[in-house]
Structure formats: C-alpha cells, structure tokens
C-alpha cells in the first residue's frame, strides 16, 4: 500500500501566477487534510476535505486559496496569484475513517515565489 | 494553555544518552495526542496516537505517556542512536477526524 504521494516535490511560481499542489491520500483514505509550514513556524491546519465535501476550512486565507477532492483523482489545493509569502511547504495527509486515529502525511511540496 | 507547547526546542545528546520531551496542550475538549518524528525532506512519521489519561505507548526504544488531567505528555528515548537525529512533534485533536493543532516540536541531535 504506497503511501500518501504528492507532487509536484518542488514547485517554482512568479508572483502573480497560479500554483496547483496534489494529494493522493492512501488507498481506501476518504479524508484529505491539508497543511502549511512557514518559514520558522511548525504545521499549520488549512483545510479539510472528504470526497466532494469541504468538512472544515478554517485554516484557509479567505481569499485566493480554494481546495477540492474530487469523486474521482487527487486532492487539489490551488493557490491564484500567488506572492512572495505564499512560500511554504505544503503537507497533505490522509485518513481511513475506521480503525485508527492517524492522519498519514506525504511529504510535501515546497513552493518557492520568486 | 491554548495551544501546544514543546520542549526543549532543541537537544543535542550522545549515542547511548537517553532522552526526553516534553509536550503541553489544551486539557479541555480533547480526544488524542499524536507523536510524530519528522526527518528533513520526509514525510513525518507516525509513532504514537493516545487517548487515554495514563495511556503508555512503546516502539522499540521510544515510550511515551500521556496525562490528560493536567494536559501533558512526555516522549522518552532510551539509549539514543545517531539515527534518531530528527524532529518530534506532538498534536491534539478534538475528535476523531477532526484536524491536528502542532506544537513547533522538539529537534534531537544524536552524536557519535
């Protein structure tokens, strides 16, 4: 059972361009979660998603974040018009709902605005 | 205490030292404490999920306990190795899918 993936692994943007990270929770994982380290900070909460549902989005910048997991494919967290603070890594991790409570990370995709 | 606390933020031992970490959170609303060992340019790694006031945990040579009374868990390393050099983090949740709330965590630096 391979683990969570995400990618891209690195990801360079200008500011003002868009950003597109991707989760593939584990198999059977119906539950994405997304988090962001900042420079000099620990991870932080942004968004959590079953399929077809945003269940909590608390941790999101109101504005210019979106993110969705759709019935079928990964999970997307999209990022417009991205600036300079917008660099960060970014964690998705995934949950089977049943049986346990771990959330499974991936290991990130750092994200650098030029 | 409103968020997670770590500590020390960081620690240097010697192979064969033992060693641990500290962890304060939130005592109200909380479901489970999670333990995570994190290496640079990795995923973190899962160790340790608890629930329990008085639940112990062991791996191998890393134990941890956890009391939810006064909101503290502690993170144990008996006879450290150089490759337990990473980072240990500790989460609480509220519930049982409900989001994670990181502490900064703890980095271990294991010498020869």
Redesign the interface.
Known sequence: NAGVMQNPRHLVRRRGQEARLRCSPMKGHSHVYWYRQLPEEGLKFMVYLQKENIIDESGMPKERFSAEFPKEGPSILRIQQVVRGDSAAYFCASFPGLDTDTQYFGPGTRLTVL | ILNVEQSPQSLHVQEGDSTNFTCSFPSSNF??L?W?RWET??????LF?M?LNGDEKKKGRISATLNTKEGYSYLYIKGSQPEDSATY?C?F?TG??????????TRLQVTL
């Open positions: 479901y489970a999670h995570y340019a990795k995923s973190p790694e899962a999920v629930t983090l989460a949740n049982t899918a409900s989001k994670l709330t990181f502490g900064t965590g």
